[in-house]
C-alpha cells in the first residue's frame, strides 16, 4: 500500500468533512498540546525503579539472614569446641586401664 497515497486520500477526506459546531473552540490545538507532551515510556526507567524498590527489602532480608545464619554458627561451633575439648582432655583416661 503506498502510504503516499493513502495520506493524500484521508486529507482530501478531512477537507470534503465540514467542522461541525458542537466541538470546542481550539479543541485541535489542546489535543496536540497534550500529544507533543507526551513521552515515550521508557522500559529502562521502570525496570530501574522497580528494582531500586525491591532494594530495600532485599537488603533488609540478607541482614536478617546473615545474623541468623553467625548465630547459628556460634552455636555449632561453641558445640564442637565442647566436645573436643572433652575428648582431649579425657582422652589419656582411656587407656588407664591398658597400662596397668
Known amino acids: 500500500m503506498d502510504?503516499?497515497?493513502?495520506?493524500?486520500?484521508?486529507?482530501?477526506?478531512a477537507r470534503h468533512n465540514r467542522t461541525s459546531d458542537q466541538?470546542?473552540?481550539?479543541?485541535?490545538k489542546r489535543i496536540m498540546?497534550?500529544?507533543?507532551?507526551?513521552r515515550p515510556v521508557?522500559?529502562?526507567a521502570l525496570w530501574g525503579h522497580a528494582l531500586w524498590r525491591a532494594a530495600a527489602p532485599c537488603v533488609a532480608v540478607m541482614l536478617v539472614i546473615g545474623v541468623w545464619?553467625?548465630?547459628?554458627?556460634?552455636?555449632?561451633?561453641?558445640?564442637?569446641?565442647?566436645?573436643?575439648?572433652?575428648q582431649t582432655v579425657l582422652a589419656p583416661l582411656d587407656n588407664v586401664g591398658d597400662i596397668w
Open 3 to 13: 502510504t503516499a497515497k493513502l495520506n493524500n486520500k484521508l486529507i482530501a477526506a
Open 69 to 86: 545464619s553467625l548465630q547459628k554458627h556460634d552455636q555449632q561451633v561453641a558445640q564442637l569446641q565442647s566436645s573436643d575439648l572433652e
Open 33 to 38: 498540546a497534550n500529544i507533543k507532551d507526551l
Open 42 to 44: 521508557d522500559v529502562w
Open 23 to 28: 466541538v470546542p473552540y481550539a479543541f485541535e
